[in-house]
């Protein structure tokens, strides 16, 4: 089964940036269509970022313009820059797959294997 495993997070001020890496462990496993989620305390997880492995990008509202998502396809890994952080943030990130709607819209899944730990980013004022 796929484990994706997530890096790159921290505590930063608002107004920073970090940036993300998510690659699968373990098996020779070919990252598709892929998103970044993020869930914070006591909410839903929720889908922030689509990439396909042609390139087509997409960002939930919440993000645009802030976040960056990308791919290095040879090294099976997919990146998220995150810039201008503000206090909502703050929650834990994941990589997993992820799908585009019919016009572009971020559609959670399909899901590969398990959820990986994430990576945990904390914004603060």
């Known amino acids: 089964q796929v484990q994706l495993v997530e890096s790159g997070g921290g505590l930063v001020q608002a107004g920073g940036s970090l940036s993300l890496s998510c690659a699968p462990s373990?098996?020779?496993?070919?990252?598709?269509?892929m998103g970044w989620y993020r869930q914070a305390p006591g909410k839903q997880r929720e889908l922030v970022a689509v990439i396909s492995r042609d390139g087509r990008i997409n960002y939930a509202d919440s993000v645009k313009g802030r976040f960056i998502i990308s791919r290095d396809n040879a090294k099976n890994t997919v990146y998220l820059q995150m810039n201008s952080l503000k206090l909502e943030d703050t929650a834990a990130y994941y990589c997993n797959g992820a799908s585009f709607g019919p016009t572009y819209e971020l559609i959670p899944g399909p899901i590969l294997g398990s959820w990986g730990q994430g990576t945990q980013v904390f914004v603060s004022s």
């Open positions: 373990g098996s020779a496993f070919r990252l598709n269509t």
